[in-house]
């Protein structure tokens, strides 16, 4: 059986991961190269990189780490951050990043989500999506996509709804979506499981679940409420508060298939 | 000399990567006279098949890989070009495998591609694979596909996906594994490991 993926993200900026909550005030937690060999040593399945600044700053995310990260771990690892053509993409992929992922590019162009996946195939593209819940025109709540949402002062609402972005991204070739749902991101509430199953309804491609991730039944809740793929989480990995070999040992305990 | 076929796909400095850690230096190539001279070979692959395909055509190294006596290992893509035909823009491969690649039925709760962390089932207990060595049987390796080969006399190890498919295949000096060992921990390193043993 397929299993349940736990992801770590790694925002990183300036070439050192941070974190920050709701995508502010972003605080220094380390070296990249320690962070991703303690994850694949601790089992995690996937590790995402994220240059939070480069999409907001119009720079391709800076690329010398890529090679470093790909020599040094043996699990699968995906690359996000202002890739803007296919330049971008094919160095990073060249350097030994499995996947790239885009997300304010896709919106601004959607066509380059058809563009990459023809040249590199589905498999290694993902969509990335920042999504929060609003109050709609006529009182009731919608999910809306965000832009730019690695700097606040110019992040933005796009026009356009989650649901129907999220299945134009796989109708253009996308091969996996990461949903961040930012109302919940960094608030360790747990995953909107609402809208989480809502946009794994209406795709066939895996769904990553992203934001809200505090405490291990987060992820037992995730994976026994919705169909959703994987799991990805940042501050409550990188503080040790969850620990990689204990949370697998937990959902397999709650018969959920992961890798021991 | 171990040769990495350039196929054209992206995922190639990973395997490099991945083989460096076994101690091997490798040496990506399209040129027929390095490859045939190589000690082993390896053939990724990642994208659609008619443009693998394409890019073997291109440099000329159709019938070149189908001659090789050395060991193969294809990678992903690599592994179903060893088969005769795929579903995906209904290609013709390089046959030196019997058989053809089919493209996964999607179902609701199965997301396609397949991609992630799945178990391999060995098939061959009583007598063992060399690839197998130190490879507990059911442990997880990392998949990302939509096309795959059906159970056949070349299994070497099954995997569950909706249907038992070829997760590793071999026939003579003619291997393949739809995984990505080089991306599948420890698992994929040993499978390596003993790939280049051989």
């Known amino acids: ?260 | 000399m171990i040769a990495i076929i350039d196929s054209g796909g992206a995922n190639i400095a990973s395997i490099r990567f991945a083989l460096e850690r076994c101690g091997q230096i490798a040496h990506l190539t399209a040129n027929r006279t390095e490859i045939e001279a190589a000690e082993k070979v390896i053939l990724p692959g990642v994208g659609a098949a008619a443009t693998a395909m394409d890019t073997l055509h291109r440099h000329g190294l159709v019938d070149c890989i189908r001659g090789l006596r050395q060991p193969v290992l294809g990678i992903c893509l690599g592994m179903q070009l060893l088969f005769e035909r795929s579903e995906e823009g209904d290609t013709a491969m390089l046959g030196v495998l019997k058989g053809n690649c089919h493209h996964f039925v999607a179902a609701p709760g199965r997301s396609l591609p397949h991609m992630g962390w799945n178990r391999i089932r060995n098939i061959d207990h009583v007598n063992g694979n060399p690839l197998l060595v130190g490879v507990p049987d059911g442990a997880h390796v990392y998949f990302v596909h939509s096309y795959f080969a059906k159970l056949s006399s070349y299994t070497i190890a099954s995997c569950d996906y909706g249907i038992s498919f070829t997760a590793i295949a071999g026939n003579g000096n003619f291997m393949g594994c739809q995984f990505h060992p080089e991306r599948s921990g420890p698992v994929g390193e040993q499978i390596l490991r003993n790939f280049l043993a051989l």
Not at chain 1, 125 to 142: F, K, T, Y
Not at chain 1, 160 to 189: F, P
Request: hydrophobic content about 40%; proline content about 2%; some cysteine.
């Open chain 1, 1 to 260: 059986m397929l299993t349940k993926r736990i992801i770590a993200c790694l925002d990183v900026r300036d070439g050192r991961v941070v974190k920050g909550v709701q995508f502010r005030n972003h605080r220094d937690i380390g070296d990249i190269l320690e962070l991703a060999e303690r994850y694949a040593d601790e089992g995690v399945d996937e590790l995402v990189f994220y240059d939070i600044t480069a999409s907001s700053e119009g720079r391709v995310v800076e690329k010398s780490w890529i090679t470093q990260v790909a020599k040094r771990i043996n699990i699968p690892f995906c690359v996000a951050g202002g890739i803007r053509n296919i330049e971008d993409a094919r160095i990073i992929l060249n350097n030994g990043a499995d996947k790239i992922s885009i997300n304010s590019p896709a919106l601004e162009n959607p066509g380059f989500i058809s563009e990459l996946a023809a040249v590199f195939g589905t498999q290694c593209i993902v969509v990335g999506i920042d999504s929060r819940e609003e109050m709609g025109d006529d009182n009731h709540s919608v999910y809306r996509v965000y832009q730019y949402t690695g700097d606040a002062t110019k992040t933005i609402a796009s026009r356009r709804e989650t649901l129907n972005w999220a299945r134009e991204a796989e109708k253009r070739g996308a091969g996996e979506i990461v949903l961040n749902c930012m109302n919940n991101d960094g608030v360790k509430s747990g995953y909107d499981l609402v809208q989480l199953a809502l946009v794994k309804k209406v795709v066939g491609i895996p769904v990553i679940a992203s934001g809200g991730a505090g405490d291990y039944s987060h992820f037992a809740d995730l994976f026994t409420a919705t169909a959703i793929d994987g799991g990805l989480a940042a501050s409550v990995f990188h503080s040790g508060k969850i620990q990689i070999p204990d949370l697998k040992q937990y959902l397999a305990s709650k018969q959920i298939e992961v890798r021991l």
